[in-house]
Nanobody, 124 residues
Framework: QVQLVESGGDSVQAGGSLRLSCVAS????????MAWFRQAPRNGRDWVTS???????YYADSVKGRFTISRDNAKNTLYLQMNNLLPEDTAMYYC??????????????????WGQGTQVTVSS
């Protein structure tokens, strides 16, 4: 069965750092575009960052310069290093996969597989 399992969410003070992890199984991780989305209460899921199979990365303007996405294909694991956290970063963070190769996307509907989410709470 396809699984994406996130971990690393926590409560942290503004200015702090967290590293999220997403362990994937049940599909070919190395040929899939991977992404992080986040959802604040009462909002839809917003795209945060994507990483291509080549390792090329893209970021939403709101996190550029603060967050870093990376992948370890040998471990089927996706990471999100989050530095200089702000209260507005508070959200449930979701790992997502677009399998089968091809382009990456910032659209929620383009992703095939989703994790359960991990909560990040940033206090001022």
């Amino acid at each position: 069965q396809v699984q994406l399992v996130e971990s690393g969410g926590d409560s942290v003070q503004a200015g702090g750092s967290l590293r999220l992890s997403c362990v994937a199984s049940g599909f070919t991780f190395s040929t899939s575009c991977m992404a992080w989305f986040r959802q604040a209460p009462r909002n839809g899921r917003d795209w945060v960052t994507s990483i291509f199979t080549s390792g090329r990365t893209y970021y939403a303007d709101s996190v550029k310069g603060r967050f870093t996405i990376s992948r370890d294909n040998a471990k089927n694991t996706l990471y999100l290093q989050m530095n200089n956290l702000l209260p507005e970063d508070t959200a449930m963070y979701y790992c997502a996969a677009r399998s089968g190769g091809g382009y990456c996307s910032a659209l929620e509907s383009e992703y095939n597989f989703w994790g359960q989410g991990t909560q990040v709470t940033v206090s001022s």
